[in-house]
């Protein structure tokens, strides 16, 4: 009994090791481009042009964020204007879009009724279509609707994301029937199914999801190029590109870096926030790990 | 009788509500569009006063892409082989590393995070400048003079491109955070009853990845396929798409629309390729 439980303990320390060691080593290979941003946004500017780049910085500096600080100052709106529609704009995107996937994946996914496959072939479709092609077109479907200029034409172009639905259709698929049988016999309607039942069992996808969709409309600077005109709706992205260009460029290529490194803040915190969802939906739907 | 029946409609008119917010959503922004763009393909556009003026032209924009255009067929060939190298590599590193973070270990969660930030950091601004310098890889092997260092241990026709692979290896980590979290989420929802199960029918782990994670995997590592093989052919600085993109700038929005549609086309062609695989397999394990 005793030689066998230390044979298992010795043998436990050996995978351990050899997990730790593997995980470090791609751990350290993927922190890679974080390190770059980080030392980029600390360069001086005698540092930023050497080619090739070079990845660590060698005499540290805080003039990039000296200068992001007086370059918001000059901008044309208070630059808290960006910050607030990027919010916006980013948190619709994600809790209407979440919700309309995981709403249209439960049936595709449980009713079985006409036109389901034609439906669900028509997202694959949509899938692959490169979004830089059907710009203009949408561009002139968002102008006959007259919402150019509002948070709508920031948001609804991207609330049916044909990428969400296919992720949450996939999950949806490997829920129990069984379960949606007992709380229907139980007396629950379909919108009711869908909060108690559906919601809490797609959680690992509407989290996962989410967060992609996040990073998307945070860092996307094209929509509100093309469906804004007026500089009160303009999103974060554009005001770092406002920052790049104009006069002086050349020597904003270091607070554009500042600012970039700002801007993954809000994003690793919805990464947290994510996985932290992830991870309760295991303890509350009871499998033990 | 009659009861079941409205039973059944109510059924499938509860589904068609549910679905009815996505469906519409979709055709405005997207399927419109589509259409659209098809339309645009045999035309040719030109502002005028009174808004976009199309004349028909019929399939001359087809024809000029293979036959006039001199950058089109070789960056269409370069992303498609590039792809093909890359979608695999992804999806077996990002199943590699979803399986050992889904281990219970100190530090999970940090090493979750690690793992994923390169995508929040690539789409920022400044890793575009980096691969902008570095083209599609990073030089980072190469900056290092490994290949002075290790010439004389490992010949050069053998270890060039070594380095060269090593290199490209590094975005396609780098492109696979998603991949890896959509695979972790994917394992949380196997019952860990199954593996106890099988180890008490004397299963090994090498045994039990293949008879229950990955058969059960599968749906995801579906997903997966078809978001790395999107993911990497409507990426903005693929080279197509900066083709196509520099097209629009020039105003030839038809010839742009008809590049688009070939392009989607060929995408078209692998994904069904890649779903009548999949469809095999699945129905294989029945």
């Given at each position: 009994?005793?030689?066998?439980?230390?044979?298992k303990?010795?043998?436990?320390?050996?995978?351990?090791t050899i997990l730790y060691?593997?995980l470090?080593?791609?751990?350290?290979?993927?922190?890679?481009p974080?390190?770059y941003?980080v030392?980029t946004a600390?360069?001086p500017?005698?540092?930023?042009f050497?080619f090739?780049p070079?990845?660590?910085?060698?005499?540290p500096?805080?003039?990039?964020?000296?200068d992001?600080?007086l370059?918001?100052?000059?901008?044309?709106?208070?630059?808290?204007?960006?910050?607030?529609?990027?919010?916006?704009?980013?948190?619709a995107?994600?809790?209407?879009?979440?919700?309309?996937?995981?709403?249209a994946?439960?049936?595709?996914s449980?009713?079985?009724m006409?036109?389901?496959?034609?439906i669900?072939?028509?997202?694959?479709f949509?899938?692959?279509?490169?979004?830089?092609?059907?710009?203009?077109?949408?561009?002139?479907?968002?102008n006959?609707?007259?919402?150019?200029n509002t948070?709508?034409?920031?948001i609804?172009?991207?609330?049916a994301?044909?990428?969400?639905?296919?992720?949450?259709?996939?999950?949806?698929d490997?829920?129990?029937?069984?379960?949606?049988?007992a709380?229907?016999?139980?007396?629950?309607?379909?919108?009711?199914?869908f909060?108690?039942?559906?919601?809490?069992?797609l959680?690992?996808?509407?989290?996962?999801f989410?967060l992609?969709?996040?990073?998307?409309?945070?860092?996307?600077?094209?929509?509100?190029t093309?469906y804004?005109?007026?500089e009160?709706?303009?999103t974060?992205p554009?005001?770092?590109?406002?920052?790049?260009?104009?006069?002086?460029?050349v020597?904003?290529?270091?607070?554009?870096a500042?600012?970039?490194?700002?801007m993954?803040i809000?994003?690793?915190l919805?990464f947290?926030i994510?996985?932290?969802?992830v991870?309760?939906?295991?303890?509350?739907?009871?499998?033990?790990? | 009788?009659?009861?079941?029946?409205s039973m059944?409609?109510?059924?499938f008119l509860?589904g068609?509500?549910?679905?009815?917010?996505?469906?519409i959503?979709?055709?405005?922004f997207?399927a419109i569009?589509?259409?659209r763009?098809?339309?645009?393909?045999?035309?040719?556009?030109n502002?005028?006063s009174?808004?976009l003026?199309a004349?028909?032209?019929?399939w001359?924009?087809?024809?000029?892409?293979?036959?006039?255009?001199?950058k089109?067929?070789?960056r269409?060939?370069s992303?498609?082989?590039?792809?093909f190298?890359?979608?695999?590599?992804?999806?077996?590193?990002?199943?590699?590393i979803?399986?050992l973070?889904?281990?219970?270990?100190i530090?999970?969660?940090?090493?979750?995070?690690?793992?994923f930030?390169p995508?929040?950091?690539?789409s920022?601004a400044?890793?575009?400048?980096?691969q902008?310098?570095?083209?599609d890889?990073l030089p980072?092997?190469?900056?290092?003079?490994?290949?002075d260092?290790?010439?004389?241990v490992?010949?050069?026709?053998?270890?060039?491109?070594?380095?060269?692979?090593?290199?490209?290896?590094?975005?396609?980590?780098?492109?696979?955070?998603?991949?890896?979290?959509?695979?972790?989420?994917?394992?949380q929802?196997?019952?860990?009853?199954?593996?106890?199960?099988?180890?008490?029918?004397?299963?090994?782990?090498?045994?039990?990845f293949?008879?229950i994670?990955?058969?059960?995997?599968?749906?995801?590592?579906?997903?997966?396929?078809l978001?790395?093989?999107v993911?990497?052919?409507?990426?903005?600085?693929n080279?197509?798409?900066?083709?196509?993109q520099?097209?629009f700038?020039?105003?030839?929005?038809?010839?742009?629309?008809?590049?688009?549609?070939?392009?989607f086309?060929i995408?078209?062609?692998?994904?069904?390729?890649?779903?009548y695989i999949?469809?095999?397999?699945?129905?294989?394990?029945?």
């Open positions: 009994m005793e030689h066998s439980l230390a044979v303990g010795k043998r436990f320390d050996f995978g351990g060691v593997l470090t080593l791609f751990g350290l290979l993927m922190l890679a974080l390190i941003m030392s600390f360069k500017t005698s540092e930023l050497l090739p070079r990845f660590f910085v060698m005499e500096t805080i003039r990039n964020f000296n992001l600080v370059a918001t100052g000059t901008s044309i709106v208070p630059f808290s204007r960006y910050i607030f529609n990027s919010f916006i704009v980013s948190g995107i994600v809790v209407l879009g979440a919700l309309i996937a995981a709403m994946a439960y049936p595709l449980k009713h079985n006409p036109f389901r496959k034609m669900f072939s028509m997202i694959i949509a899938l692959m279509f490169a979004p830089q092609v059907t710009q203009i077109p949408q561009f002139l479907v968002i006959k609707l007259g919402i150019i948070y709508f034409a920031l609804l172009p991207f609330v994301a044909p990428v969400g639905m296919f992720l949450m259709k996939q999950f949806a490997q829920i129990p029937d069984v379960l949606l049988e709380v229907k016999i139980d007396g629950a309607g379909e919108w009711k199914t909060w108690i039942i559906v919601i809490p069992m959680k690992p996808a509407l989290a996962t989410a992609i969709s996040f990073i998307a409309a945070w860092n996307d600077p094209f929509s509100a093309i804004t005109t007026t009160n709706m303009k974060l554009n005001a770092l590109q406002t920052i790049q260009g104009g006069a002086g460029v020597a904003r290529v270091g607070t554009v500042a600012a970039s490194l700002l993954t809000p994003t690793i919805v947290v994510s996985q932290k969802m991870l309760e939906t295991m303890a509350h739907s009871g499998i033990k790990e | 009788m009659k009861f079941r029946l059944r409609i109510r059924h509860e068609y509500i549910f679905i009815s917010l996505w469906v959503g979709f055709s405005a997207m569009p589509l259409g763009s098809l339309y645009y393909a045999f035309h040719e556009l502002v005028t009174d808004g003026k004349t028909y032209v019929g001359k924009h087809f024809q000029e892409a293979f036959t006039i255009d001199v089109f067929p070789s269409l060939i992303t498609i082989t590039s792809l190298l890359e979608v695999p590599l992804i999806l077996i590193f990002a199943i590699f979803a399986m973070l889904n281990r219970q270990f530090g999970r969660g940090i090493f979750r995070g690690i793992f930030l995508v929040i950091v690539s920022g400044v890793l575009q400048r980096l902008s310098d570095g083209g890889s980072i092997f190469s900056q290092y003079n490994l290949f260092v290790l010439r004389n490992i010949p050069p026709e053998i270890l060039r491109p070594l380095l060269d692979v090593l290199d490209s290896l590094t975005v396609v980590m780098w492109d696979s955070g998603v991949q890896i979290l959509i695979f972790l989420a994917g394992l929802a196997i019952s860990v009853q199954l593996y106890e199960a099988a180890k008490c029918d004397g299963a090994t782990p090498w045994e039990s293949w008879k994670t990955f058969p059960l995997l599968m749906p995801m590592i579906l997903v997966n396929t978001f790395s093989i993911n990497s052919f409507t990426k903005r600085d080279l197509v798409m900066e083709y196509i520099s097209v700038k020039l105003s030839k929005f038809g010839y742009a629309s008809a590049l688009g549609w070939i392009y086309i995408i078209f062609a692998i994904i069904g390729a890649v779903f999949f469809r095999n397999k699945m129905s294989e394990r029945g």
